[in-house]
T-cell receptor
Framework: DGGITQSPKYLFRKEGQNVTLSCEQN?????MYWYRQDPGQGLRLIYY???????QKGDIAEGYSVSREKKESFPLTVTSAQKNPTAFYLC????????????????FGEGSRLTVL | GNSVTQMEGPVTLSEEAFLTINCTYT??????LFWYVQYPGEGLQLLLK?????DKGSNKGFEATYRKETTSFHLEKGSVQVSDSAVYFC????????????FGQGTRLTINP
């Protein structure tokens, strides 16, 4: 079955450590996204990528980094510069056609919960 | 910029009650509108969508109509079940813009038997 796989589901980090969250999709989607979810604040966009080897900052990119070396993969690194990294992280993807009409529907993974000790 | 405002929660109803969750938006261009649902500990699932004015999205007994004149996309269900307990997110995508979804803050719904 096609879908988006995030790992790990739960992750604990000590202060000052970098951690990388994995996101893999087999939907053949061009665009991929990382959102952060905090209680009562909805989802906020961290980074997104519409094509391999290219990505853009979202609304809260500070303290995060990404790469997009393959179409299927969009890992997110939470660096030690991120002041409050404890949150639920959601990866998503969508089909994207440059210059065409896109309805914007996102497909989400199950999420990764990061806790800083 | 584009934004979505949802009715604040939490919302608690009894089984078989009528549900309305309000959603209004601010956007340039002609956005597509969505409702997503999140069950505890899971990612988001698309519940329904509408891509142009006056479209009605529907799924699993839920409905929402894209109202351009009132910039609204309210979610309704005639008779809720305990299994509908979840967090509901309204979202928009401006397909002429940066091709990203903007979400409301979410509304937590609890249905009591």
């Amino acid at each position: 079955d096609g879908g988006i796989t995030q790992s790990p589901k739960y992750l604990f980090r000590k202060e000052g450590q970098n951690v990388t969250l994995s996101c893999e999709q087999n939907l053949n989607h061009d665009a991929m996204y990382w959102y952060r979810q905090d209680p009562g604040q909805g989802l906020r966009l961290i980074y997104y990528s519409q094509i391999v080897n290219d990505f853009q900052k979202g609304d809260i990119a500070e303290g995060y980094s990404v790469s997009r070396e393959k179409k299927e993969s969009f890992p997110l690194t939470v660096t030690s510069a991120q002041k409050n990294p404890t949150a639920f992280y959601l990866c998503a993807s969508r089909a994207y056609k440059a210059g065409g009409r896109n309805t914007g529907e996102l497909f989400f993974g199950e999420g990764s919960r990061l806790t800083v000790l | 910029g584009n934004s979505v405002t949802q009715m604040e929660g939490p919302v608690t109803l009894s089984e078989e009650a009528f549900l309305t969750i309000n959603c209004t938006y601010t956007a340039t261009g002609y956005p597509s509108l969505f409702w997503y649902v999140q069950y505890p500990g899971e990612g988001l699932q698309l519940l329904l969508k509408a891509t142009k004015a006056d479209d009605k999205g529907s799924n699993k007994g839920f409905e929402a109509t894209y109202r351009k004149e009132t910039t609204s996309f309210h979610l309704e269900k005639g008779s809720v079940q305990v299994s509908d307990s979840a967090v509901y997110f309204c979202a928009l995508s401006d397909w002429q813009g940066a091709q990203k979804l903007v979400f409301g803050q979410g509304t937590r719904l609890t249905i009591n038997p």
